[in-house]
């Protein structure tokens, strides 16, 4: 997987923002991009919700969009939001 790191300085940045930012980058890759996992630490929230675990130090979110598909992982701020696109 490959990881993308985004530091955005300056301004607020909301989950709908970094969703849309993450979906424009995932698109210049693959067209047909999905978004399988993401995390929103802000709001101490992530998706699929159901995975509750922890495998290996990283939570069971991520490791979901790892294994279903994923192949790039792009974070916001150090993991403020981290959205797993195919």
Not at 30 to 43: F, G, I, K, V
Not at 53 to 70: F, L, M, R, S, T
Request: proline fraction near 2%; glycine fraction near 8%.
């Amino acid at each position: 997987m490959k990881d993308i790191l985004i530091a955005i300085t300056g301004a607020d940045l909301d989950f709908e923002t970094a969703r849309s930012m993450a979906k424009i980058i995932a698109r210049q890759e693959n067209a047909e991009t999905d978004c399988l996992a993401w995390s929103d630490a802000r709001r101490q929230s992530h998706s699929p919700g159901c995975v509750q675990c922890e495998i290996k130090g990283k939570p069971g979110w991520e490791v979901y969009g790892e294994n279903h598909g994923g192949r790039l992982k792009i974070i916001f701020n150090d993991r403020e939001y981290v959205f797993i696109h195919s």
